[in-house]
């Protein structure tokens, strides 16, 4: 059984930072894609970041570039989400998701999901 667990989450003054971890467990975690995906209250799940298998690309959404960074430690099981400079447009539930094939800005292209992990800003 496939499990990813987040944490991290919590509440930051508006440009404060956050490190999101997500654990895996139940599959070779070197040989999936991993994303972050972020949702809001009464909105879609939107795709936040992404990072290849061996760490040799990432992939961001356009509004958090230059202000988060993913990254992966393979050996540990672990992808993080580094968040800094923290915008009023960043709170929601924030997910970890693995994809056997490869990275995607789509929600579906992922198996595997968290239960996520709460970020709150407040200004």
């Known amino acids: 059984q496939v499990q990813l667990v987040e944490s991290g989450g919590g509440l930051v003054q508006a440009g404060g930072s956050l490190r999101l971890s997500c654990a895996a467990s139940?599959?070779?975690?070197?040989?999936?894609?991993m994303g972050w995906f972020r949702q809001a209250p009464g909105k879609e799940r939107e795709f936040v970041a992404a990072?290849?298998?061996?760490?040799?690309?990432?992939y961001y959404k356009d509004s958090v570039k230059g202000r988060f960074t993913i990254s992966r430690d393979n050996p540990k099981n672990m992808v993080y989400l580094q968040m800094n400079s923290l915008k009023p447009e960043d709170p929601a539930i924030y997910f970890c998701?693995?994809?056997?094939?490869?990275?995607?800005?789509?929600?579906?292209?992922?198996?595997?999901w968290g239960q996520g992990t709460q970020v709150t800003v407040s200004s």
């Open positions: 139940g599959l070779t975690f070197s040989s999936v894609a």
């Open positions: 990072i290849s298998r061996r760490s040799q690309s990432t």
């Open positions: 998701a693995a994809s056997r094939t490869s990275w995607s800005v789509v929600a579906a292209s992922y198996a595997s």
